[in-house]
């Protein structure tokens, strides 16, 4: 539990939706995020600001917002990390939704009002997940970096982000087997809170990594509503949390992964079909454990000469499923990035669950 500093209270306690701010030190960009949020067509919401006591004036302008929005409540605590801020915000609100606000994000008008809308129109989906804006630090389309193809979905499911569709659980958890992220922001759900009761809130363990864990969680028990035409925001910036996360040791990072996929398929069996949980232990638990540990063995090489040697050294010493994963490439076949969506969606198939259906 954060220790309370010092906030106020205004008020907007029986809203449908709980917009969560936490913020450190990100005065630059407050202001169009305060405005992006009194801007929303969507008007039935808390807002709750977590500011880890900020050294650059950000809390006099919070301060300031909340003498001025009846919705808005605040409080400061220790900076304990993002994911302790993001409880904190979850322990003070009541929403039937949550949105994590990030301070250095924004939004489009109509977002809450479309995920929302989309969340009342498939009861039985507990996240709405809209596209991703990928900004700089001036607000404009951020060079090398671009979404969905940041993301696991964007290799072979991007036809599906023109559309609005419902994507059933497990299909997205099993996803984050791949390795790597499904949700690319945190600002791209929309939450049901009753998720929070099944999988638990976020976890820290594993730094500034760890919304990876959560996020195949819900993947694993969730289903989700694809929302496509509204989107969030994610900001690039030197003094962000990922930027801290792209200097972590490639074998650190992998470890990490490893941890965390084991972690979350352990903590939602009870939630998943038997079958599911008997096809993942005898047959795409070892498959793709092995499958990404080859890739991250050559895609670390970026010489095309080294990549090769690699992949010779891995068909005589790796195991069956690399080296059958080879052959098969020799013969033309799509690599397993690329044919890991199908896999899955067809094996989901034959256990009686439709992946992907139609809005």
């Not at 129109?121 to 809209?130: F, G, K, R, V, Y």
């Not at 596209?131 to 389309?141: F, K, M, N, R, Y």
């Not at 035409?229 to 972590?248: D, K």
């Amino acid at each position: 539990m954060a220790k309370f500093e010092k906030g106020f209270e205004v008020g907007g306690a029986n809203s449908r939706v709980s917009i969560c701010l936490p913020n450190l030190n990100c005065l630059r960009f407050l202001h169009e995020r305060f405005t992006t949020i009194l801007g929303q067509t969507f008007q039935d919401w808390e807002l709750f600001v977590y500011d880890s006591l900020s050294d650059d004036g950000a809390w006099d302008l919070i301060q300031d917002w909340g003498s001025r929005e009846k919705r808005l409540r605040a409080m400061q605590g220790p900076r304990e990390g993002p994911y302790p801020a993001w409880n904190e915000c979850l322990r003070q609100t009541k929403g039937e939704f949550v949105y994590i606000a990030t301070s250095d994000d924004t939004m489009a008008p109509d977002c809450l009002e479309k995920m929302v809308s989309a969340l009342d129109q498939h009861p039985e989906c507990d996240l709405a997940h809209c596209p991703l804006v990928i900004i700089d630090e001036t607000g404009a389309p951020a060079v090398g970096l671009s979404w969905p193809e940041c993301t696991v979905i964007g290799d072979q499911s991007a036809d599906l982000l023109s559309r609005t569709h419902v994507r059933r659980a497990p299909y997205d958890g099993l996803l984050h087997l791949m390795g790597r992220h499904v949700y690319y922001s945190i600002t791209q759900l929309l939450i049901r809170r009753s998720l929070f009761s099944k999988i638990g809130d976020f976890p820290s363990k594993w730094g500034s990594a760890s919304d990876f864990n959560w996020e195949m969680k819900a993947g694993l028990v969730a289903n989700t509503v694809y929302v496509a035409n509204t989107w969030a925001s994610w900001r690039v910036h030197p003094g962000q949390l990922t930027a801290a996360t792209r200097l972590t040791p490639l074998r650190e990072s992998q470890r990490k992964v490893e941890e965390m996929i084991e972690d979350a398929v352990l903590a939602c069996q009870e939630y998943l079909d038997p079958l599911v949980v008997k096809g993942l232990d005898s047959k795409l638990l070892g498959r793709f454990r092995e499958l990404r540990k080859y890739h991250s063995s050559v895609w670390q090489r970026q010489d095309p000469i080294r990549r090769r040697f690699c992949q010779l050294a891995e068909f005589f010493r790796g195991g069956e499923v690399v080296r059958s994963h080879l052959i098969s490439r020799i013969f033309g076949m799509p690599a397993w990035p690329d044919a890991a969506h199908a896999e899955i969606r067809s094996w989901l198939a034959t256990l009686g669950i439709a992946a992907v259906t139609e809005s």
